[in-house]
């Protein structure tokens, strides 16, 4: 359905600093847009979480053309327990691997496979060669049951299927955005602390519909449809679901989020003074206790 797109990924992070460094000394990201919140999300956006939160939108591009990561971090959590739920971002740059080596980050062999981790752990997949348009292609996720989980996304989603094989599936809104690839690890899909958000934008008008299809389907509603305001910003509408596997999955609607998703030219000035203010790991150093482990 091409009037869908993939527009970002969650990720919590309990290391703002080095993650941001990462990101733009080995990955070359750009910050997009970064916001400091006083209290959790209506939709848990920061994850279940009540207290101060930051969530800072990272990429090569806008938005409205390229799939980007979202950073979410509470302050005074310092680090999330991993799953087995998320299976790496691939991301196709002849510029990063040399750039991870001129900045001290290893690169690490998987299946043949070029993988740098992020300080949080979470993994990319380095594919070194020209990127034909956005260079973020895949975002992977663990699956416990392939076909339950292709039917879901396929016949509940809407999301065309690219390709499939016994282990794994690649499935999107549209040629030239990132795909979703599904792989079955045989056994159950762990998501532990620090679970993600997947999240797709659509035509305002379809999101009763999809919200209605998944009711219909017996399918889990995390958030019925509601709206969110950021202030001096525009309101979004936003139903919040998740898969067979537990993984969360966000529809917006596409008309208000493209005007609340413009790059903010101060993006990056806001983060690290965001960043110089927070006294949080000195607060806890003085006090020789670590920040709480999620």
Not at 110 to 128: A, K
Request: charged letters at 25%; hydrophobic letters at 35%.
């Amino acid at each position: 359905m091409t009037s869908r797109r993939a527009l970002h990924f969650v990720f919590k992070i309990g290391n703002r600093t080095e993650t941001a460094r990462f990101l733009r000394n080995a990955l070359g990201m750009k910050f997009l847009r970064h916001e400091e919140f006083e209290k959790g999300c209506d939709a848990a956006c920061n994850g279940p979480y009540d207290g101060k939160w930051s969530k800072s939108m990272v990429g090569y591009g806008p938005e409205d053309n390229h799939f980007v990561v979202e950073l979410t971090y509470n302050y005074g959590i310092g680090t999330y327990q991993m799953g087995n739920d998320f299976k790496g971002i691939t991301i196709h740059s002849k510029n990063i691997l040399e750039n991870a080596k001129q900045n001290g980050y290893s690169v690490t062999q998987e299946g043949g496979q070029n993988i740098l981790t992020s300080p949080d752990g979470y993994q990319f997949i380095i594919e070194d060669k020209e990127s034909n348009g956005d260079p973020v292609k895949k975002v992977a996720l663990a699956c416990s049951d392939l076909k339950k989980s292709v039917d879901f996304w396929s016949n509940l989603c809407d999301m065309k299927i690219y390709s499939q094989d016994d282990k794994s599936a690649v499935l999107g809104y549209g040629d030239n955005q990132c795909k979703l690839e599904l792989i079955d690890i045989g056994t159950k899909v762990e998501h532990a602390k620090a679970f993600g958000r997947i999240a797709f934008s659509c035509p305002r008008t379809q999101l009763p519909d999809i919200q209605e299809k998944m009711k219909s389907a017996n399918q889990t509603i995390l958030t019925p449809l509601v709206s969110l305001d950021t202030p001096g910003k525009a309101t979004v509408e936003v139903v919040i679901l998740a898969d067979p596997d537990g993984h969360e999955i966000c529809f917006v609607g596409d008309e208000a989020f493209r005007e609340l998703s413009q790059v903010d030219p101060k993006a990056d000035l806001l983060l690290d003074q965001a960043i110089a203010a927070d006294k949080s790991d000195e607060w806890f150093t003085k006090k020789g206790i670590p920040k709480a482990a999620a």
